[in-house]
C-alpha cells in the first residue's frame, strides 16, 4: 500500500509499503479515508521529532472503515465507520477503561506514527492494538472533516482548555491560532468564556477565530493590548496553542494574579527558563500535557453534533497522499492561509 | 410619592404613599427609574403571597440612582447608578461579604415587596437597608432593560442551572418559559448544554427560546419527544421555571439515570407528592430553592456585557405605575405575546 | 449446592438448589467464602422486597474465588480471589466501562439476589454475568471482612457521602447508625467534615459511631441537640441511611440553609409527603439514589488498604448458611448489638 | 515599644521604636500577645528579603488584643481576641470581600513586616489598616498557638495540597517538614490522602510527620523509595513547603503522570531550569504562590477547633522579644529539634 515515510528532515515521501499487519488478536486494521497533518508532525517534518529513527510511517489522525478484526476484538466489525485516536493504551487497565491512556496503568501509552514502534495512519490502511480501546465509531450526523479533527485537534484543545480551569465568566486567551488554536477558541466559548482573545500575528487566521467569536489580538503590543481590555489585571485562563519558547513566556505575562496557563503546543526544551519569582507573585498554575483523545471524546462528540461547536471552517486543504510532500510543505510554510490540511489516501 | 400597593387578590393600585426613610446609617435611598415585575409577584397578585397581611408596597426588582446614603455607607455615593437586587441580609456576617444573603448567618435575609417588613420597589423611589451589601453598581454598557433582568431573573435562572449541575455537553431541559424560564436556556448555553429543550404551551415562548438556541418542545406529548431525542434515556438536567406540582412531576419524569431536577419556580406545597421509589431507581438529584442575587452577579456582568448572554429579546412590554394594575393583568393573562413587563416610574 | 432462598415474609431457608450455570462467554461462577447480610435484604424478609416473586436465591454481597469463567473473559482467571458487587450491567457501554453500572446505557443494571432474574450470593457459589464489568480483584493487604464490607455498604455509603458534597470542614449529621451509617460516619471524616453527629436510637451503636470519631446523639430531642451544637444554623450535609418517611423527615429539618440531604436508605414510598415550602426557603439538595459499587472502589480500596478507613468494628456476626434464617431474625430483630452479619458458606 | 528590626543579613536587633500609627480611620492597633518567625522571614534574616531596604520592623504572624481602632472600623472593637493574618489588601473590592487579598481588585495586596510599607508585628503592637479586612476574631476553643499558626502556616499548607487538587484517595508526598510542611501532612490527611510521603532530611522532623499519620522518607534514595511504594507510577500529589531548586525539581520528579505539584516554598529564582519535556510526558500541573489567609480561615477554624487539625505538636519553642536574635538564629540553624518558634511580647 502507499503511505508517507519519514526520511529526514523535510524528508517525507510517499511510497509503498507493507500492508498492515495486526499484531494479536485484539488489534483491527482499518483503512483510512482521511487522515490529518497535525502541528506536532511538524516537529517531525523539521528534523525534531520524538525518536531518532527514520524510515517509519507518519500520522496519527485518521478515520476509515475497518477491514479486518482480531477474534479478541468485542466492539468493532468489518465496516464499521471510526476514528483512530492519535495514541492507545494497554485496554485493560482503569484508566484504559475511563480513555486515560495517556495514564495506562501498564504504562503501554502509544502515539500513531511517532516512530518505528507503531506506524502511522497517513496512508492507506492502519493497523491498530487494542481496538476496543483505541477505536470509537463514528455517529451518524458527523461528517469526515469533522471526525479528522475530533482525532486529536479538538480533544487537545479541549483538555488545554479543561485544565486551565475555564468557568463561565472567565476572560481567556488562545496563543497560537493554528487548527488546536481555533479549536481552543471555540472551546473557551463553549465552556462560558465572557471574552476570548485570539492572538497571533498571521491577520487571516486571527479573522478566522474572529468568526467564531473572539476578539483577534496581535503584534509587538499584544501583551499591551490585552492588559488594557482586561483593566490592567491580565487574562483568568491563558491557552497556549504553539510550544515555543516565546509563546509560552507571552502566555505567562498575560495571566492575572491567582490565573492559570494551559500549554497544549509541544515543548520539548528540557531548560525552559521559568520565572518562578513572576509566578510566585501571580500565584500562577501552570498546565502541561499531552491530552487522551478518548477520555475527551463522549462531551465533545454531542457538542459537535448539536452544531455548539462548529468545525466547519478548519479545513482548509485536502491532497492525495502522492502529493504528501507537497502538503507537509505548505503547512510547515503556512502559506496560502493555511489552516487544517487534510490527506485523501482514497484519491 | 406614587408606588403600586397590594390590597388582596388581584387588586393592586397605584397609589400616594409615604417616601421612603432609611431606617439607619447604613442605609440608602434610592430614585427607582425602572422596576420589574416578577413571576413571584404573580402569586402575590393572586392572593397566595408570602405575607397574612395587605396594604404593602409591592416590587422587588428595580434600577435606579442613590438620591440618599447615610454616613454608615461606604461604596455607594449619590448620584450612581446601582441595581437593587430581589433581597438583601445583615450585611456584616461572612455570607453576606460573599453575596450570599440567603443564608446570612444573622438571619437577616429580607426580601424587598413581599410583606410590609421591607417596602418593595414599584415605586418612585426605595429604602434600601444594609446599602453596601444590597446594591451593585451598574457598569458602563448594560442598559435598564438588562440591568432589571439582572436584579433577580437572571441570577435565577443562573442559580437554578448552576445547582443542577450543568455541564459542557449535558442535554438540558426548561420547563416553563417566562422571563426565568428564558434566561435559564441562554445560561445552560453559555454553561456549554449540547442540547436544550425548552418546553412551554404558548407557542410564541417557544419561537423566542428558539432564536436562543433551543429546541422548542410543547403539548401533551412533551414527555415522549424528549426521551424519544434522547435516546429513551431522558435529559442530564432539568430546569423547573413554574412551581407548580404538574410542571415538577413533568420535570423529574425528563431526567434520566443519576440526572438532576433543580427548582426555580415557587412551589409552596407544604405536602408535595414526590415518588420516592422512582426517584431512589433513577438516583435523583432534586434541588429547591431561592437565589442570593450578589452571589451570582460578578459571574453574570461580564457575560451580560460581552454579549454571551443575550437579554435584548426578553422585554416585551413597558407601562407607567399608574397604568401597574394593567402590567399585573397583562402579565397573569399572558396576553400579548407577554414576556417581561417593566413598569417606568419616571413616566 | 445450599444457598439462602425466600419464600414470603420471614421465611428464608437454607435449602439445596442446583448449581450456578454460566449464561454466556461473558460469565463466570464465583465459590462464595464469605456472603453479607444488606440492610436492604431486610426489605425482602419482611415481604417488601423489589420483586413479587418468591423462591429466588437471596444476597447481594460475596467474596469468593473464580472456579470457571467463558472464554469471552478477559480479566479473571480459575482461582483469583474477587469480590463480587451488589450489581452489574451490560459490560459493553461507555457508562458500564467507567464503573456506572447503575446508569448502563443499554438499561442492563441488575442486581444479584433481589428477584428470580438474577441468582443471590448467599450460596457456595454464584453465577456473574458480563465478569469483567461485575468482578473487582481483592489486593492483597485486604481481608474477608473488609471485603464484604467493599461489596456493597461502604461504596453505598461513601456515594451517599460524595454526593451530599460534603467538603473539608462541613459539618454532617448521618442518621442511622447500621452497617451503612456507620460506613457513612468513617466517609464522613475522611472527605474532611469537621464534625459529624451520629444519630441513633440504639446506645451501643452510637458508641461504635463514636469510636470513630463522630459525636453520638438519639433521642427525642435530636433536632434540638444538633441546632443547638451548630449554633441554630443545622449542618451542612446529612446522609440518611435508615430509608423511613420519619427518619428522611428528621435529615430534612437538620439541613441548614442551602445544605443538602442525601438518602442512601432504601425508601419505596411512592408517595412521600414532601415540604416544597419549607425546602424553597431552606434552599435544599436533596439527592436519593442506587450506588454503582464498581465506579466508586478505585477511591475506596487505596483508603482501607491504607487504614484511613476502618472496617475494622463493623462485623459482629458471623453464621454458617444453614443457620441463614436465624442470621436474618437476628439482624432484623437488632438484637445482641448486632452491626454487620456475615455468612460463611464454607462453615 | 520594642520590636524586632532587620538591620542586614543575619542582623534582628531588639529595639525601641515608635509606636504604632493608625494610617486612616479604618485601621486598628493590635497589642501583640504572640508573634511568629515564619520559614519566609529566613529569607529576609538571611540577607535575600523582598525589599532593598533594611530598618524595618519584621514579622507577618500576629495574635493578640485589639487596643485602638477607627471610627470607619465597624465590626472590631477595643478589647477583641484577634488573628492578625500575614497580609491584607484594599477592603472595599469584591476579592477583599472573599477574602482574597492576593488578588485586591485594587492591587493593595500588602504583607506585614517584609518592608519598610508596612510595619511588622514581631513587636509588642503593630498597626492594621483595613481592619475589617485583615482582622479576624479567635473563637473560644483555640488557643494563642493554634491561632498563631492559623495566621500563615496552616493557610498556607492549606491553600498549597488545595490547589494541588488532593482528593479522597490520592497518594501525596510532602517535600520538607518545617512548620508548614506539618501543617501540609495534616491538611493532606484531612482532604482523605490515603497514604502521605513526609520527605526530610531531619530524622526528628519525618517523626513528628509520622505521629500526624504520615510516612517518613529521607535520605539519598528517596525518589527511588516513593516510586517503589507506588508500584513505580509516582504520587498523585506534591506538596513543596521549602522553595529550594532542588526540592522543586525532587516535587517534580516524584508525581505521577497527570499528577500536579504545588509550591508553597519561597522560591524566588527568576531563572528556574525547568524541565517542559518532563512535564509534557507526564502532563503536570504546577502551582506556584501565595495564599490569601484570610479566604482559607472559615474552612480551617472549625477544622482545629474539633481536633481534626492537630497543632498540638507543632510549637517546640518560645522567646521573649529581647531574645529575637537568639530566635532567629536557632530556628536558622534548625537546632535543638526546632519546629515552630513563637516571640512573647508579654514576657
Not at 508532525?41 to 520524538?50: A, N, Q, S, T, W
Amino acid at each position: 500500500m502507499k503511505a508517507l515515510v519519514y526520511h529526514g528532515a523535510e524528508d517525507i515521501r510517499c511510497e509503498q509499503v507493507d500492508d498492515p499487519q495486526p499484531q494479536d488478536l485484539d488489534s483491527a486494521v482499518v483503512r483510512v479515508t482521511r487522515a490529518g497533518i497535525c502541528g506536532s508532525d511538524l516537529h517531525i517534518y523539521h528534523g525534531h521529532g520524538f525518536a531518532p529513527e527514520s524510515g517509519y510511517v507518519v500520522g496519527h489522525e485518521a478515520v476509515g472503515e475497518v477491514v479486518e478484526v482480531g477474534s479478541g476484538v468485542r466492539r468493532f466489525a468489518v465496516g464499521d465507520r471510526v476514528l483512530v485516536p492519535a495514541s492507545t493504551g494497554c485496554g485493560r487497565c482503569l484508566a484504559c477503561d475511563h480513555g486515560h491512556v495517556a495514564r495506562c496503568d501498564n504504562g503501554m501509552m502509544r502515539a500513531f506514527g511517532i516512530g518505528p514502534a507503531l506506524a502511522g495512519s497517513q496512508s492507506e490502511a492502519v493497523a491498530v492494538p487494542a481496538a476496543d480501546c483505541s477505536l470509537r465509531t463514528i455517529p451518524e450526523g458527523i461528517d469526515d472533516k469533522q471526525a479528522i479533527l475530533l482525532t486529536d485537534n479538538l480533544p487537545t484543545a479541549w483538555f488545554g482548555a479543561r485544565r486551565a480551569g475555564i468557568e463561565p465568566g472567565d476572560t481567556v486567551a488562545v496563543v497560537g491560532l493554528g487548527p488546536v488554536g481555533l479549536c481552543a477558541v471555540g472551546s473557551a466559548l463553549v465552556m462560558g468564556a465572557s471574552r476570548v482573545f485570539a492572538i497571533d500575528l498571521l491577520e487571516d487566521r486571527r479573522r478566522h477565530a474572529e468568526l467564531l467569536g473572539a476578539e483577534g489580538v496581535g503584534g509587538d503590543d499584544t501583551k499591551e493590548i490585552v492588559l488594557e481590555r482586561t483593566q490592567g489585571r491580565g487574562v483568568d485562563r491563558v491557552i497556549e496553542a504553539v510550544g515555543g519558547d516565546a509563546t509560552i513566556r507571552l502566555a505567562l505575562s498575560l495571566a492575572r494574579i491567582e490565573g492559570s496557563v494551559s500549554v497544549v503546543g509541544v515543548n520539548q526544551n528540557p531548560h525552559f527558563d521559568f520565572n518562578m519569582a513572576l509566578a510566585m507573585v501571580k500565584s500562577l498554575s501552570f498546565h502541561i500535557g499531552l491530552c487522551s483523545v478518548q477520555a475527551e471524546l463522549p462531551t465533545l462528540i454531542p457538542l459537535v453534533l448539536s452544531g455548539r461547536i462548529d468545525l466547519g471552517r478548519m479545513v482548509s486543504h485536502r491532497f492525495g497522499l502522492s502529493e504528501g510532500a507537497e502538503a507537509y510543505r505548505l503547512f510547515a510554510a503556512r502559506e496560502d492561509n493555511v489552516r487544517k490540511v487534510i490527506l485523501d489516501p482514497t484519491r
